[in-house]
């Protein structure tokens, strides 16, 4: 199961910090990521963390600006938002690739998904 949390309303500019707490499941074996979904569009992928946390992959719409993190004590895994733009309103899901094949890439296998969090930027 994956719990997030963290949505809310900002300015644009602001910062935000998601998390999205796995339980369950043997957490320090699966690659972890977010995606965000706007409505009428397909969820896209924003970022991945492989199993280690030693590689990360961010798409290039959010690059220098957001950055993902697991916290392993915690089952936890982090979505750290800065400068952020009207554009990046959507909901963000978090999600768990357990196929053991996910190294930080862009092709991250989501096979479990979270309830997902609302985030709003007010321009």
């Known amino acids: 199961q994956l719990v997030e949390s963290g949505g809310g309303v900002v300015q644009a500019g602001d910062s935000l910090s998601l998390s999205c707490v796995a339980s369950?499941?043997?957490?320090?074996?699966?690659?972890m990521g977010w995606f965000r979904q706007v409505p009428g569009k397909e969820r896209e992928f924003v970022a991945g963390?492989?199993?280690?946390?030693?590689?990360?992959n961010l798409a290039e719409s959010v690059w220098g600006r957001f950055r993902i993190s697991r916290e392993f004590a915690k089952n936890t895994v982090y979505l750290e938002m800065n400068a952020l733009k009207s554009e990046d309103t959507a909901v963000y899901y978090c999600a768990a690739d357990v196929s053991g094949q996910y190294y930080g890439g862009p092709n991250f296998n989501a096979a479990y998904w979270g309830q997902g969090t609302q985030v709003i930027v007010s321009s």
């Open positions: 369950g499941g043997t957490f320090g074996r699966f690659g």
């Open positions: 963390i492989d199993w280690s946390g030693g590689s990360r």
